[in-house]
């Protein structure tokens, strides 16, 4: 791993204070493809980071607008010293499945579009966002989920397109990324 790649977001976490409790919650946003899953994963384990993957808590294909307030209610709990939960999405069979548990810890990065939506923002003490060619991040997520995916990339784009123009993430963003 290229430990390089983190140092801009280890000297911000250093300047930061938690802002979910004791935890300290780094949202990893951008759309579709942009590399968020590969960053976050690497971030965490730089840094001995829990991870919550949003992809775990989405309501199927058509449930991105559910899910910032779903991630909202998990982190209020953390924030208070509670094990946050949610029920996780169970993608074969398009129900819900198990509950998700998120203990309060010293550093937690949330992993998926929506992380960095207006309503977990007060939760974060960092929010990051990764981009890249539309072109480069449907090759990926294709490439990574295959045929699972393509028949709701549109579908899920035209989502995210709503949610970041409603959200304005990007310009919220602390960091910005090319991936």
């Known amino acids: 791993m ?23 919650a780094v949202a990893v946003d951008g759309p579709s493809g942009a590399g968020k899953t590969g960053f976050a994963t690497g971030l965490a384990a ?10 775990d808590l989405y309501p199927g294909w058509h449930g991105l607008a559910a899910t910032p307030p779903i991630v909202a209610g998990v982190l209020a709990s953390v924030a208070v010293g509670d094990i946050g939960s949610a029920r996780r ?16 810890s010293r550093l937690l990065v949330l992993d998926g579009v929506g992380s960095g939506a207006a309503v977990v923002r007060p939760f974060l003490s960092l929010l990051i966002w990764l981009e890249a060619p539309a072109d480069v991040r449907k090759q990926r997520a294709l490439a990574r989920d ?5 028949p709701y990339w549109d579908v899920w784009a035209a989502q995210e397109a709503d ?11 602390d960091l910005v990324a090319r991936t």
């Open 89 to 104: 999405w169970d993608w074969e069979r398009g129900v819900p499945g198990a509950d998700l548990r998120v203990r309060p």
């Open 163 to 173: 949610h970041f123009a409603a959200e304005q993430t990007r310009q919220h963003a």
């Open 146 to 150: 295959g045929d699972t995916y393509a």
């Open 2 to 24: 290229d430990s390089h790649r983190y140092d801009s977001v280890v000297a911000h976490l250093d300047a930061r204070l938690p802002a979910c409790g004791t935890t300290t």
């Open 46 to 55: 730089l840094t001995g980071a829990d991870v919550l993957h949003l992809e």
